[in-house]
C-alpha cells in the first residue's frame, strides 16, 4: 500500500538540502549510476547556480549544499563559483563534495580545504570488487591516498548490490588504513538509469545475505576502532541507534528532506527536482519559477513510520527512502527492514 500524500502544513518553504549536479560528465561507468549513459555532455551555468542559490538563500535555519555530478571534480571551476557563491549566503551552511575520487587532484584538494568541504567518496568494497562495479580502482585508491596525505577527512559511500554485500566488512578493513577515513554510509541498489540495463545484470542483495553482510561489516567496525583514535562510523548504525533512543511519541516519521519538500536538486541544465535519485525523471520536474512550498510530492516520494508488530524500531522506524521504494521493484522494498532491524540488533547486544 503506498502512503498518503503529504499534506500542505508538512511541506516546509525553507530549502534545506541543496543538491548541485555541477555536470553530466563522468569518466566512470558505475554498473548501476542513477542517471545511465547521458547523451552529451552539459556543465552547469552560471545563470542555473545563481538561481538556485537564490532559492536557497530564501530560506531559514541551517542549510546543506551538496556538490555532485557526473563527476564535479572534471569541472573544479565550477566547484570554486558555488563554493564563492555560498560564502554570500545569510544563513548557516555546510557543504559536500560527492566524487569517485578518480580525479582528485592538488587543486581540487585546495578547494576542499579553503572552503571545509566535507568530502564523500563512492567506494564498493575491495580494489577488486571496485574495478568490477566501477572501474579505475586504482585511481580511487589513489585519490583516497592524496586525501590521506593532505589530510582531509573523507567518508565513503557504497552502492550494496549481490556483488559486494558479502565483503562490506573487507571494505572496512580497507579504510582501517586510511587516519582520516571517517565513516561508511550504504546505498542499497535502487533499479533506475544503468541498473535497469540488461547488459549490466545489476542484482539486488538477498534479505539473507544483506543480513550476514551486515554483520560482518558490524563486528569488523567493533574491532577496528579499539585501534583508532577516531572510530570508523557507519552512518546507518548511528541513525538506528538514534531512533531507538528517540521519544516514541513524537509525530511521523520522514526518511529525509525530500519526503518533506525541503531538498531541491538542481540538473546541469536549470531543471529543478526533489532528490538526486529524481533527478532527469520527467515526472517529478519541478517549476522553478512556482513557490516551492505549494508542492505537493506524490505519494511514492512521501513516507512515514510503518510499525510493524515486535520489530525493535516498531514506533521509532526511520523509514526508507521515498524514490528508492518508487524505482525498486517490491520484492526489493523490504531490505531495508533487514538492514535497520539487522543494526537494532547489533545496538542491543552492545548495551
Known amino acids: 500500500m503506498k502512503p498518503p500524500p503529504l499534506p500542505h502544513s508538512a511541506v516546509p518553504q525553507s530549502i534545506n538540502y541543496l543538491i548541485l549536479a555541477l555536470t553530466t560528465r563522468c569518466n566512470l561507468r558505475c554498473r548501476y549510476c542513477y542517471h545511465g549513459d547521458t547523451p552529451g555532455r552539459q556543465d552547469m551555468g552560471s545563470a542555473t547556480l545563481e538561481r538556485a542559490f537564490a532559492r536557497a538563500a530564501s530560506g531559514s535555519g541551517p542549510l546543506h549544499i551538496q556538490l555532485t555530478g557526473g563527476e564535479p571534480c572534471l569541472v573544479p571551476d565550477l566547484i570554486e563559483e558555488a563554493c564563492e557563491r555560498a560564502r554570500s549566503l545569510s544563513r548557516p551552511y555546510t557543504m559536500g563534495l560527492q566524487s569517485n575520487g578518480t580525479c582528485l587532484t592538488p587543486e581540487v584538494i585546495e578547494l576542499c580545504r579553503t572552503f571545509g568541504l566535507q568530502v564523500g567518496i563512492s567506494l564498493d568494497g575491495s580494489p577488486k570488487t571496485q574495478q568490477s562495479l566501477r572501474g579505475q580502482a586504482a585511481e580511487t585508491l589513489r585519490g583516497l591516498m592524496l586525501l590521506e596525505s593532505e589530510q582531509i577527512p573523507f567518508r565513503v559511500t557504497a552502492v550494496v548490490s549481490g556483488e559486494n554485500v558479502g565483503q562490506l566488512d573487507r ?157 525498486n521493484p517490491p520484492v526489493v522494498r523490504t531490505l531495508a527492514c533487514t538492514l535497520y532491524q539487522t543494526l537494532a540488533s547489533a545496538s542491543m547486544a552492545d548495551q
Open 171 to 327: 571494505l572496512a578493513w580497507l579504510l582501517s588504513a586510511f587516519r582520516q577515513a571517517r565513516g561508511i554510509g550504504l546505498d542499497l541498489l535502487v533499479k533506475k538509469g544503468s541498473a535497469e540495463n540488461v547488459e549490466y545484470k545489476p542484482i539486488p542483495a538477498t534479505a539473507e545475505a544483506l543480513k550476514g553482510g551486515v554483520c560482518s561489516l558490524t563486528k569488523a567496525l567493533a574491532a577496528i576502532n579499539t585501534q583508532r583514535k577516531i572510530p570508523l562510523r557507519l552512518r546507518e548504525w548511528d541513525l538506528v541507534r538514534r531512533m531507538l533512543h528517540r521519544d516514541r511519541r513524537m509525530a511521523p516519521r520522514n526518511f529525509c528532506q525530500a519526503a518533506q519538500g525541503g531538498s531541491l536538486a538542481v540538473h546541469p541544465d536549470g531543471r529543478w527536482f526533489p532528490c538526486n535519485q529524481t533527478l532527469g525523471d520527467e515526472r517529478f520536474v519541478i517549476d522553478p519559477e512556482a513557490n516551492y512550498s505549494s508542492v505537493i510530492l506524490s505519494a511514492e516520494l512521501s513516507t512515514f513510520g510503518q510499525d510493524c508488530g515486535e520489530c525493535p524500531l516498531s514506533g521509532c522506524c526511520p523509514n526508507d527512502c521515498p524514490s528508492r521504494l518508487l524505482y
